[in-house]
């Protein structure tokens, strides 16, 4: 980085730098040549002499040897010779259409500007970018400055050229346009040809007067709306065939004759009241250059006023383009002929659309210059004047101006808050419009970095070998099983604290299930191990595919089942059953993307759970139903207290013995109980029975007893009672080597302490043959 002179904003040069000029500066870097650095030195090229690297530039670009370049920022309002006030009613009051023009000063003290044309690549001046920077003149790197590369553009012998990819400037040599000189003698021979002022120069019978210029290009306006509207004609006369295109040709000929009488007579009436001087200030200045500013564009339908001349202009002869005779059919691809067509309405409504604007930008000059022609008093409007029609007040009184032009009823104040109105709404479009594009700028960028990517995945995997690619996509199925673990954590902390029940695993369950029916999963986001919901006990994120077997799932439906009715846990096991279905994952394409490692292991798992839960839903579906608990009509038999206790046992399959028992310790002089495991008595209540009251004898008992009963679940076995075999076994040894000693040692029960004991306590159940 060069030092800065905070005086003039350009670089200093170093000690080894050569002055050539005030203005410009030619140095080389002051970077230490050393023999790891061997790259040749950057020039640095400023200011606005012309000629420093080729000394026939002069001849080429000034139009005297002796005179001097400047450059400026131009912009059309700078000509208009307009107050600041006037400028607010302009629609385009931005400085996004300035131009960089080139002003040449002679000896004598005469100058002439002219625009600097705009480099190869970029639509207009301003999208070039920011000055100093690293060009690449003729092969040769070279730090330039603006002015310097002004130059270079106005000579027609070099080729200036900025990429649209962003990288490098170059200017090359333009030999096919003009060639440079070979030697001395061409140096000269030019030299001395461009003393006599061949190239532009000033003079002030060059161009027209602004008047003249005004009315050729109004002239033009009036002439395309014609152009417009034939054009028009042709691409409804080619889009329509049919006998009748004659007749709606002539009737379009017709209505458009009387459109022109009735606009020629509005612009007439029109014109009588607008004098000579003001129609001469309502020029602008800048109309050569039309092209290059384009004009504003406020919705009105407002049309330019013309000059009488304008009417007696000879215009060309139009020839009729269609003939009385059928018309020959153009032998073109109907693709083609539509494209076609698509074009020259474009071309046809852009035209329109130039037209629109300047009519527009005629209108607003029409208004600023009422608005100066006819002065306010300074007094402030008054929204209620007296019935008198006259302002009052303490100064002198303002001239009165009555607008009593028929053909504009609109006043000078409405027209004013129009335009304020229109330029509020175009600046909004801009910001509107640069938002979009933005946007799209964005998108494009993201499609553009994407698609790269996507390339360079593409060759990388052609390089690629078998074994590589197979460890590679491994190695990305365990990243992504990773991150879903990690991500599902995330999602449910509480899973990951506490002790893990089955109604954890429950909700685990259905709440992965429900993640997993909503998925998505392509070959891009393929499925993980971690988003099925497996049906195990584990807690999440302990287990692998390994650990998901036919008796793990058992144990869970086993689990799960008595945590919801028998007509719901059929239901879940069918969604169940659906979800894991091989068929379903194999038509919703749930493979593609994993492993084929990770993918054998994965079928495997699914395969399991299938099957299993096939089985365990036939054996729902199988299964008896539960004991009732409500008897509609029982079986009602008296025993005595002396009869054997035999008669009391069930004496069918599924039959239910209730008790109902004499106790003088119960409030009611009853007790109820079960001698069916499958149910209990919870309950007993004592009530009259209906119709008792009527026949009393007070012999009979005359009560009704209500016994109420529970199933009772199925005893199981917790998952912390699940221990190793090896602790079973040293459990079962110790337990009968002290049933042994006590069975074959009875004398001696009262050696047997404490130490003797098992640490566990003893199953109640008595031991079986097996064991002893």
Not at 135 to 140: A, E, N, W, Y
Not at 739 to 746: A, E, N, Q
């Amino acid at each position: 980085m060069f030092p800065t002179n905070m005086a003039s904003g350009r670089p200093k040069p170093p000690k080894n730098s050569i002055i050539m000029d005030t203005d410009t500066i030619v140095y080389t870097d002051p970077m230490s040549v050393t023999p790891d650095n061997t790259e040749p030195p950057i020039k640095t090229l400023m200011g606005t002499i012309v000629g420093l690297l080729d000394d026939s530039q002069k001849d080429r670009v000034l139009s005297a040897p002796d005179s001097v370049l400047s450059f400026a920022t131009f912009h059309p309002l700078a000509a208009s010779g307009r107050t600041d006030e006037d400028r607010k009613l302009s629609a385009r009051t931005q400085l996004e259409h300035a131009k960089r023009i080139v002003i040449e000063t002679f000896v004598s003290g005469e100058t002439f500007w002219r625009y600097v044309p705009r480099a190869r690549g970029v639509n207009s001046v301003g999208d070039e970018g920011t000055f100093p920077r690293v060009v690449l003149v003729c092969g040769q790197q070279i730090l330039m400055g603006q002015e310097q590369w002004d130059i270079y553009k106005l000579d027609s012998f070099y080729d200036c050229y900025i990429p649209s990819d962003g990288t490098q400037s170059t200017i090359t040599p333009n030999k096919g346009k003009e060639k440079g000189p070979s030697g001395p003698s061409d140096a000269s021979s030019q030299a001395s040809s461009s003393s006599t002022f061949t190239k532009r120069s000033f003079s002030a019978s060059d161009a027209d007067s602004p008047v003249h210029r005004a009315a050729k290009q109004r002239r033009a306006y009036v002439e395309s709306d014609d152009e417009d509207e034939d054009e028009v004609a042709d691409i409804v006369e080619s889009m329509v065939a049919g006998p009748s295109v004659q007749e709606r040709k002539s009737d379009m000929y017709k209505a458009r004759a009387a459109r022109r009488e009735k606009l020629a007579s509005t612009q007439k009436s029109r014109h009588h009241t607008l004098t000579a001087e003001l129609e001469a200030e309502l020029i602008d200045l800048t109309m050569d250059d039309i092209d290059d500013v384009p004009p504003a564009a406020p919705a009105t339908s407002y049309k330019h006023v013309m000059n009488e001349e304008d009417y007696h202009i000879p215009r060309r002869a139009k020839v009729p383009r269609l003939s009385p005779g059928p018309r020959v059919p153009l032998m073109k691809p109907p693709g083609q002929r539509r494209n076609g067509l698509t074009k020259a309405w474009q071309k046809y409504l852009g035209r329109q659309d130039d037209a629109r604007k300047y009519r527009d930008q005629e209108l607003n000059q029409a208004i600023a210059e009422d608005a100066q022609a006819y002065p306010f008093s300074g007094q402030p409007f008054d929204r209620d004047p007296p019935t008198n029609g006259f302002f009052h007040s303490r100064g002198p009184p303002a001239p009165e101006y009555n607008d009593s032009d028929p053909g504009d009823p609109v006043p000078l104040e409405e027209k004013i808050r129009r335009m304020r109105e229109i330029n509020q709404k175009e600046a909004a479009a801009v910001e509107r419009r640069k938002a979009q594009e933005a946007a799209q700028r964005a998108h494009a960028e993201a499609e553009r970095v994407k698609a790269e990517a996507e390339r360079a995945r593409a060759e990388a995997e052609q390089h690629m070998t078998g074994e590589q690619r197979r460890q590679r996509d491994e190695d990305e199925t365990r990243t992504r099983w990773a991150n879903a673990k990690q991500r599902i954590r995330t999602a449910h902390p509480s899973w990951s604290l506490g002790r893990w029940t089955t109604d954890r695993a429950l909700e685990c369950y259905r709440m992965l299930s429900s993640d997993f029916d909503k998925g998505k999963f392509t070959a891009e986001d393929p499925v993980t191990f971690y988003d099925v919901p497996w049906p195990v006990l584990h807690p999440f994120g302990t287990y692998g595919p390994e650990d998901v077997d036919w008796l793990a799932v058992e144990r869970f439906f086993e689990e799960v089942k008595y945590a919801m009715r028998a007509q719901d846990f059929k239901s879940f096991l069918q969604d169940g059953q659906r979800r894991f279905h091989p068929d379903r994952w194999a038509s919703r394409r749930r493979w593609d993307g994993i492993a084929e490692k990770q993918k054998n292991e994965m079928q495997t798992a699914v395969e399991i759970v299938s099957k299993s839960i096939g089985c365990i839903l036939d054996k729902a579906n199988n299964s008896a139903p539960p004991p009732p608990t409500s008897f509609s009509h029982p079986t009602i038999e008296y025993h005595y207290a002396d009869d054997s206790p035999h008669h009391l046992l069930p004496r069918a399959p599924g039959e239910i013995v209730l008790v109902l028992d004499h106790d003088s310790t119960e409030p009611h002089g009853f007790s109820a109980k079960s001698l069916t495991t499958e149910l209990a008595v919870v309950g007993l209540k004592v009530t009259e029975a209906p119709g008792a009251g009527v026949v009393d004898d007070g012999v009979k008992n005359n009560n009704m007893y209500v016994l109420e009963t529970t199933v009772l679940p199925e005893e199981t076995v917790e998952e912390e009672d699940y221990q190793s075999p090896q602790l079973i076994l040293a459990r079962f040894k110790q337990r009968n080597a002290l049933l042994r000693r006590v069975l074959d040692y009875p004398q001696h029960m009262e050696n047997v302490t404490e130490d003797h004991l098992p640490s566990e306590p003893l199953s109640n159940e008595p031991p079986s043959a097996g064991k002893l």
